[in-house]
């Protein structure tokens, strides 16, 4: 998905921190805070969620999950197909991201799943059914600090 290149003004950017610091909180409240009118905060948050810009979800801890296992695998491609390979890739089930990386690797894919178990599936099942992927390795994020993803479709962890 590409997002042309946008400049957020300051009212933009100090919407975006109120969503950051409580994604729950009202048009209403974040205006109050801002000193602007509820409509001006509506449309403006409106207008980046149309523009690709903003996203306005829920986020789990991955780590509050006692099965849960989350893990980066880097792929070496074939070819450079990285467009069809990301978009095939990203529609396997528990994909968080795909990302189109320099150096050692062609993608970074970040995964979530329910356990080892559903891991060993995806990188041994899931990933054999995508042409081109000469190599991967697999990276399982032991801790993280400010890690938050969000629960893949279908997910059934635990």
Request: glycine share 4%; aromatic share 6%; hydrophobic share 45%.
């Amino acid at each position: 998905m590409e997002t042309a290149i946008t400049s957020l003004d300051d009212i933009d950017r100090s919407i975006i921190y109120e969503l950051q610091r409580d994604g729950k909180a009202s048009s209403r409240d974040i205006a109050e805070k801002l000193n602007v009118s509820d409509g001006t905060v509506r449309f403006r948050i409106n207008k980046l969620v149309k523009k690709d810009i903003l996203r306005i979800t829920a986020s789990l801890n991955p780590f509050a999950f006692a099965e849960g296992i989350i893990a980066m695998v880097g792929m070496e491609l074939e070819k450079r197909t990285h467009a069809a390979t990301m978009d095939k890739i990203a529609s396997l089930s528990g994909v968080l991201s795909v990302c189109n990386v320099t150096g050692k690797y062609d993608l970074m894919v970040e995964v979530f799943l329910e356990s080892r178990e559903k891991l060993n599936t995806f990188l041994i099942d899931d990933l054999s059914t995508i042409e081109g992927i000469t190599r991967t390795e697999t990276f399982i994020v032991l801790d993280a600090i400010n890690k938050w993803v969000r629960l893949p479709e279908n997910s059934a962890v635990k």
